[in-house]
């Protein structure tokens, strides 16, 4: 079986590095720290377990890939725009997706897009620390929960759980996938969501404060009822399982938590937004659980304010057409996305990206990409992605720059920063706004060039 794996966070590194490491066909692709993994493998240290992947299959493009058997999906939910892209070159007629996103919607997200019978979920119960690019921390347990999106489990099912266990990892087939993700959310609601809403506790700080321990208790609660107004038959035992493992963890930090630490969007819809949502349409009343939503979107936005960190920056070049220099690009893409970051906008997809990809391709790779998300034919300069990706043709660069008697890396330059000032949420549709992004773009340009 081949597997891909996509979003190479705690996650992705924990569960693809263990099916690599008991001998599967694993490839891993990476946004951002490929050099260090390609130097130093993937390690996962902890109390109960210590291993080291020295040799990873890891890639920039999912093309370098190809289709496979299975994907393992462990982008945070707040990328999965980011999928619509990564995932069609990874397909072939009998791809299975297995999404181990956290809270709703991210099956249905897939579901969507790409046909519900590829689609399963998973869910990790485990308490990981990603502590740089294939560095992992485990911190304690590390089952797994797998199910059909659609339907009762089937052959390909128990093949899927058959190569993680075959891998050591202790992974069980479900009958209902969402009622599972329900029991998940009983925990991950309260216990995410009162860490950053109490001021940056562990889950240890919870349990020992009568009200937080109260105000946790009185949500789980609250989840149950609303799982069963979807259909799904949860008892209180639940919560009491859920309170009893909690004790063992220490005090212990949720990857949610480091990321509103660290400035970076928390999956708010994913794991509080769509469960509130879902039960208020089935008739539950969830006062506790929308006041705590309410509160999270507020702390989220104003924490990647406050940051006020612009993003990392990578330039990958995909074509091999057009002579470039990397290295140089990569120089002034640093400089501008921070200018471009200084200027962005109420709302700008800049704030809540965690990285920016720029990849240099081919009139024939932006020709393919203008008709699939503009319909319209023929290559172009530049194409900007919500999700922060941009899209350059050296080829259509190199002919503007004979025609406009400039050189290839100036116009380049100014492809970039023209995409970075749409994520910084500058438009160029009517008269008045070209002219504005304009002097803008200009100012910036002159900036960064100077800066060099």
Known sequence: MKIAVVGTGAIGSFYGGKLAHGGRDVHFLLRSGIAKIKRSGIRIRGKKENFH????????????IGPCDLVLIALKATNNEALLQLIPALLHQRTILLTLQNGLGNEDFLAQHFGDDRVMGGLCFICLNRISPGLIEHLDYGHLTIGEFIGSPRSRTRAVAHEFQQSGVVC???????EERWRKLVWNIPFNGLTIAAGGITT???LRDASLHSAALALMNEIIEGAKS????LTGDVAVEHMKRTETMG???PSTLLDFEAGRALEVEAIWGEPLRRAQANGAAMPRLEQLYALLKSLNARARMRHRLPPSIEVRNLQRIVRISTRRLQEFANIACALAWKQKQPEAEIASVPAVSVLIVSDRRMAALHKEFCGLAGPTDVLTFQHGELVISAETAARQARIFHSNLMAEIQLY?????????????VTAHQQKRMQRLQNKLLATAIHGL
């Open 53 to 64: 992947v020295a040799r990873v299959q890891c890639y920039e493009t999912a093309n370098a």
């Open 172 to 178: 069980q087939v479900v009958d209902k996938l969402m």
């Open 204 to 206: 240890k700080d919870i």
């Open 230 to 233: 979807c259909g799904h038959n």
């Open 251 to 253: 005090a212990y930090k």
């Open 416 to 428: 970039l920063l023209h995409g970075l000032l749409h994520l910084a949420g500058f438009d160029d």
